[in-house]
């Protein structure tokens, strides 16, 4: 990890150029790596040598990427891939096996919630989802002899509950198991959930790391504080002989860098849900001014929720950096410096009046996507939950009036007028 700043790592970590180097990080853009020789090509396979070799297992630009995240996030290795979706994915699968249990909490992504609820469960593995307010005692009470993981986001999407990091970092590291946070919304301008217990951080990139809308793609970060030794019976994955590598272990051969590694030469070489350089190039630029962008998309947004408040039309807003919101003293702790830049409401006149006042819109786009430079919105009742009916809906805890709206970095002014002319 560098001693920079945050602000300087979005711009400097991850890549240093030699002398007469490329100063920008270059794509590369080539699915193979040449050798002179056919042993040393042997030992890259056998993992006696670091190299790359082929792309799906390592790149150059992918990596640099990754430790561009990994700086950021205070981590020890880290890892691209091809979404979030496939990072959620690959940080549980990496620990668990059929048989296994998770406990999440549970406002999460709908697409995790499937992920972890219903295809992970037909590999085997069971998870049990608990309500992120519940009391120790009831999260205690979700453990099982069986459970490998504990996973959570910062700031759910769309539900923007804040995860109270520390009770369930506790709880995870109580019953010897990590604690997985996909910190997506958040990002590590405004949290780095490692300073607060967790051993794993998730991201799907696609948000606000690229930042653009341009690039689907998803890290892994690994903060290396997690012992899976002292928990050897639980991780034999990890602390016993993989015979696909001539009996290596993880622990003992990579020490810190075991789960990282693990991850690349098991999952992703078997998976194959490898990140292209060329994303990771756009990626980076992304990153570059990541610090910027959070900081006026967290401006804009509280701007937007303080407006919405005081209009006659507004029946509720969710805001967690706007005093008085349900998250605000969690997030007053976890990210005092801002959350992110979606926020929801509902009108007064209910799920006819959501949809009209979105039609109305002339700037700001109806759009499946969040935490991009653009000002978008999207109505979960007619959209992303639409198979739902308003009793279901509320069950999810999609109020079937919630607006989701990702505040852009355009001028206020105009995103004000627009949301006003829509209202009108
Ligand atoms: C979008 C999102 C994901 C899924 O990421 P993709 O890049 O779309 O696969 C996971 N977690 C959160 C919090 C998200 O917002």
Same mark, same amino acid.
């Given at each position: 990890?560098?001693?920079?700043?945050?602000?300087?790592?979005?711009?400097?970590?991850?890549?240093?150029?030699?002398?007469?180097?490329?100063?920008?990080?270059?794509?590369?853009?080539?699915?193979?790596?040449?050798?002179?020789?056919?042993?040393?090509?042997?030992?890259?396979?056998?993992?006696?040598?670091?190299?790359?070799?082929?792309?799906?297992?390592?790149?150059?630009?992918?990596?640099?990427?990754?430790?561009?995240?990994?700086?950021?996030?205070?981590?020890?290795?880290?890892?691209?891939?091809?979404?979030?979706?496939?990072?959620?994915?690959?940080?549980?699968?990496?620990?668990?096996?059929?048989?296994?249990?998770?406990?999440?909490?549970?406002?999460?992504?709908?697409?995790?919630?499937?992920?972890?609820?219903?295809?992970?469960?037909?590999?085997?593995?069971?998870?049990?989802?608990?309500?992120?307010?519940?009391?120790?005692?009831?999260?205690?009470?979700?453990?099982?002899?069986?459970?490998?993981?504990?996973?959570?986001?910062?700031?759910?999407?769309?539900?923007?509950? &804040?995860?109270?990091?520390?009770?369930?970092?506790?709880?995870?590291?109580?019953?010897?198991?990590?604690?997985?946070?996909?910190?997506?919304?958040?990002?590590?301008?405004?949290?780095?959930?490692?300073?607060?217990?967790?051993?794993?951080?998730?991201?799907?990139?696609?948000?606000?790391?690229?930042?653009?809308?341009?690039?689907?793609?998803?890290?892994?970060?690994?903060?290396?504080?997690?012992?899976?030794?002292?928990?050897?019976?639980?991780?034999?994955?990890?602390?016993?002989?993989?015979?696909?590598?001539?009996?290596?272990?993880?622990?003992?051969?990579?020490?810190?860098?075991?789960?990282?590694?693990?991850?690349?030469?098991?999952?992703?070489?078997?998976?194959?849900?490898?990140?292209?350089?060329?994303?990771?190039?756009?990626?980076?630029?992304?990153?570059?001014?990541?610090?910027?962008?959070?900081?006026?998309?967290?401006?804009?947004?509280?701007?937007?929720?303080?407006?919405?408040?005081?209009?006659?039309?507004?029946?509720?807003?969710?805001?967690?950096?706007?005093?008085?919101?349900?998250?605000?003293?969690?997030?007053?702790?976890?990210?005092?410096?801002?959350?992110?830049? &979606?926020?929801?409401?509902?009108?007064?006149?209910?799920?006819?009046?959501?949809?009209?006042?979105?039609?109305?819109?002339?700037?700001?786009?109806?759009?499946?996507?969040?935490?991009?430079?653009?000002?978008?919105?999207?109505?979960?009742?007619?959209?992303?939950?639409?198979?739902?009916?308003?009793?279901?809906?509320?069950?999810?805890?999609?109020?079937?009036?919630?607006?989701?709206?990702?505040?852009?970095?355009?001028?206020?002014?105009?995103?004000?007028?627009?949301?006003?002319?829509?209202?009108?």
């Amino acid at each position: 990890m560098s001693n920079y700043k945050t602000e300087t790592k979005c711009i400097q970590s991850g890549y240093e150029p030699g002398n007469g180097e490329a100063r920008v990080l270059p794509i590369y853009q080539s699915t193979t790596f040449r050798y002179t020789s056919s042993e040393q090509m042997g030992r890259l396979f056998d993992l006696e040598e670091s190299g790359y070799f082929y792309t799906r297992l390592q790149n150059p630009t992918n990596d640099a990427v990754a430790a561009k995240i990994c700086d950021l996030e205070g981590g020890v290795a880290a890892m691209l891939t091809s979404s979030g979706q496939a990072a959620n994915f690959y940080a549980i699968m990496n620990i668990v096996e059929a048989g296994d249990h998770i406990v999440c909490a549970s406002a999460l992504y709908g697409g995790t919630y499937n992920l972890y609820a219903h295809t992970i469960k037909k590999m085997g593995v069971e998870a049990t989802f608990v309500d992120p307010e519940c009391t120790q005692e009831e999260l205690d009470a979700a453990f099982q002899e069986n459970t490998k993981a504990v996973f959570g986001e910062t700031i759910a999407n769309p539900a923007l509950v &804040v995860l109270d990091l520390e009770k369930f970092a506790n709880a995870a590291h109580a019953h010897g198991v990590p604690f997985i946070v996909d910190n997506t919304f958040a990002t590590p301008i405004n949290c780095r959930p490692f300073e607060w217990g967790a051993d794993i951080v998730t991201h799907s990139t696609t948000k606000y790391m690229d930042g653009h809308a341009a690039c689907v793609g998803g890290a892994i970060v690994d903060s290396g504080n997690f012992d899976w030794e002292v928990h050897k019976e639980k991780f034999p994955g990890l602390t016993t002989p993989d015979e696909t590598y001539h009996g290596i272990v993880y622990t003992e051969k990579f020490g810190k860098g075991a789960y990282i590694t693990k991850a690349t030469a098991q999952l992703m070489r078997d998976l194959g849900s490898i990140q292209s350089p060329q994303n990771a190039f756009l990626l980076n630029i992304g990153l570059e001014t990541l610090h910027l962008r959070v900081l006026r998309h967290c401006e804009n947004a509280v701007k937007v929720a303080e407006y919405l408040k005081n209009h006659e039309k507004v029946a509720w807003v969710r805001c967690p950096s706007l005093p008085g919101d349900k998250y605000y003293d969690l997030a007053q702790k976890y990210m005092p410096n801002g959350t992110c830049g &979606v926020i929801t409401f509902g009108l007064k006149g209910g799920r006819d009046a959501a949809v009209e006042m979105m039609d109305r819109l002339k700037m700001v786009a109806i759009v499946t996507h969040v935490a991009d430079a653009r000002s978008c919105v999207l109505h979960p009742a007619s959209h992303t939950h639409r198979q739902m009916n308003d009793k279901e809906l509320v069950e999810a805890g999609v109020q079937p009036d919630l607006i989701r709206f990702s505040v852009g970095i355009e001028n206020i002014e105009d995103i004000i007028a627009d949301v006003e002319q829509a209202l009108r």
